[in-house]
């Protein structure tokens, strides 16, 4: 589990405590899908393999854009092919 995740949970009462006025609906919100992600018992994607049949269940993750567990890597990835795109723009500008 995600290390700001696990102080989220530890914390999450004090800081609703002290801060509940200031939160709006959408830190609200990601504050519960952070908590959700990746833990829910009633949520889950479901691998199967056609080759041998081997069924697996995963719990599913939040969807958040803010959460650090299940959408750290998507981001990683976005920025990575965009920074391939202006590197690859920049081989290739035309003479003067």
């Known amino acids: 589990m995600n290390k700001f995740i696990t102080l989220l949970e530890r914390y999450h009462q004090q800081l609703e405590a002290q801060y509940g006025g200031l939160l709006n609906q959408d830190i609200r919100r990601a504050i519960t899908d952070m908590l959700h992600c990746k833990s829910d018992a009633t949520r889950y994607t479901q691998w199967h393999c056609g080759h041998c049949q081997h069924d697996q269940q995963h719990p ?37």
Do not use: E, I, V
């Open 60 to 96: 599913a993750s939040c969807g958040n854009r803010s959460c650090p567990q299940c959408l750290h890597q998507t981001t990683s990835n976005w920025l990575a092919r965009q920074t391939d795109k202006l590197t690859w723009s920049t081989k290739f500008t035309h003479p003067s």
